[in-house]
């Protein structure tokens, strides 16, 4: 390689926004895939788009983060709602808990495993 030409500065700047804006697209494309109201990141995100094509890239960056913010935070609510009991498991017997490596229960000797 011969005389390599050091790429213009805000290539790398250039190349931070496509991720910003492609990363918030994802967390979009799955909230739109639930059925969530994304308005406001989409509006964000189009911005981010505008600022893109004007060569401003740190501002892109900044409007595809912030698109990407709130949805992220309706995911996490969302994940923490959904979390399943793991790990939680109760007696059909007297409801007592029990955990899962006990074999029978130790309140009313219901057996948990069936084997
Ligand atoms: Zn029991």
Request: charged share 40%; hydrophobic share 35%; aromatic share 2%.
């Given at each position: 390689m011969?005389e390599?030409k050091?790429?213009?500065?805000?290539?790398n700047?250039e190349e931070?926004?496509k991720?910003?804006?492609?990363?918030?697209?994802?967390?979009l494309?799955?909230?739109?895939?639930d059925g969530?109201d994304?308005k406001?990141?989409e509006?964000?995100?189009?911005?981010a788009r505008?600022a893109?094509?004007?060569g401003?890239f740190?501002?892109?960056?900044?409007?595809?983060?912030?698109?990407r913010a709130?949805p992220?935070k309706?995911?996490?609510?969302?994940?923490?709602k959904?979390k399943?009991?793991?790990g939680?498991?109760?007696?059909?017997?007297?409801?007592e808990?029990?955990q899962?490596?006990?074999?029978?229960?130790?309140v009313?000797?219901?057996?948990?495993?069936g084997d």
């Amino acid at each position: 390689m011969a005389e390599a030409k050091a790429p213009p500065k805000d290539a790398n700047q250039e190349e931070e926004a496509k991720k910003a804006i492609s990363a918030a697209e994802d967390a979009l494309a799955d909230l739109i895939a639930d059925g969530k109201d994304t308005k406001d990141a989409e509006l964000d995100l189009d911005l981010a788009r505008d600022a893109m094509k004007e060569g401003d890239f740190a501002g892109a960056i900044e409007l595809a983060n912030l698109a990407r913010a709130g949805p992220e935070k309706v995911k996490a609510v969302k994940k923490e709602k959904a979390k399943p009991d793991v790990g939680k498991l109760k007696c059909p017997g007297c409801d007592e808990e029990l955990q899962p490596e006990w074999p029978t229960c130790p309140v009313c000797g219901y057996k948990t495993r069936g084997d």
